[in-house]
């Protein structure tokens, strides 16, 4: 079975400009988080969705929005980038929600350059 | 607010040796700790979870424990291979509000075995 995918894998964009990251779960999974990780730092998480709801949001701005589709696939779209938001963003699946015990999953991330 | 604090930052040990890495947190109130393998510019790779009611897991070389009431998690890992270098990543599972679970990251250890 194919990972965790996600895409693009490395972009850059100018400042003020908006992206959409994707991420495609391991078939069978039902929950995807997302999570942004700064250059030696430990990832931030910055949501969760299971069952195409959102069941959690880290403390980021209202310019981060997500959805999770009805195969289960998930867009995180980043609007009005900042220099701050370059990072490193992943894409977590799991069969069951957090609450489940299953094991998480990691894609290998989307590599975010703002200039 | 969940705080996650990984000390070492960086460990370098020779191959063979046994090693242990520390995580500590400051809220007792979680539900499951994690330890993520993350190899440079990859995604993370599970270890071990240990539930809030569990003391400990293992897995082949690797042993992680839980004091939930002190706080602390150790992950030991036996016989040091150079395949084992990495980034070690804690994480613990707690309640966040408002009806959602949040999984909080330390920094990490950056552990390099010395051939």
């Known amino acids: 079975d194919a990972g965790v995918t996600q895409s693009p894998t490395h972009l850059i964009k100018t400042r003020g400009q908006q992206v959409t990251l994707r991420c495609s779960p391991i078939s069978g999974h039902k929950s995807v988080s997302w999570y942004q990780q700064v250059l030696g730092q430990g990832p931030q998480f910055i949501f969760q969705?299971?069952?195409?709801?959102?069941?959690g949001r880290g403390n980021f701005p209202d310019r981060f929005s997500a959805r999770q589709f009805p195969n289960y696939s998930s867009e995180l779209n980043v609007n009005a980038l900042l220099l701050g938001d370059s990072a490193l963003y992943l894409c977590?699946?799991?069969?069951?929600?957090?609450?489940?015990?299953?094991?998480?999953?990691f894609g290998e991330g989307s590599w975010l350059t703002v200039v | 607010k969940q705080e996650v604090t990984q000390i070492p930052a960086a460990l370098s040990v020779p191959e063979g040796e046994n090693l242990v890495l520390n995580c500590s947190f400051t809220?007792?109130?979680?539900?499951?700790l994690q330890w993520f393998r993350q190899d440079p510019g990859k995604g993370l790779t599970s270890l071990l979870l240990?539930?809030?009611?569990?003391r400990e897991q293992t897995s082949g070389r690797l042993n992680a424990s839980l004091d939930k009431s002190s706080g602390r998690s150790t992950l030991y890992i036996a016989a040091s291979q150079p395949g084992d270098s990495a980034t070690y990543l804690c994480a613990v599972l707690a309640y966040s509000g408002a009806g959602s679970y949040q999984l909080t990251f330390g920094k990490g250890t950056k552990l390099s075995v010395i051939p």
């Open positions: 969705y299971y069952e195409k709801e959102e069941r």
């Open positions: 809220d007792s109130a979680i539900y499951n």
């Open positions: 240990i539930q809030s009611s569990q």
């Open positions: 977590a699946s799991s069969r069951g929600g957090l609450l489940s015990g299953n094991t998480i999953y």
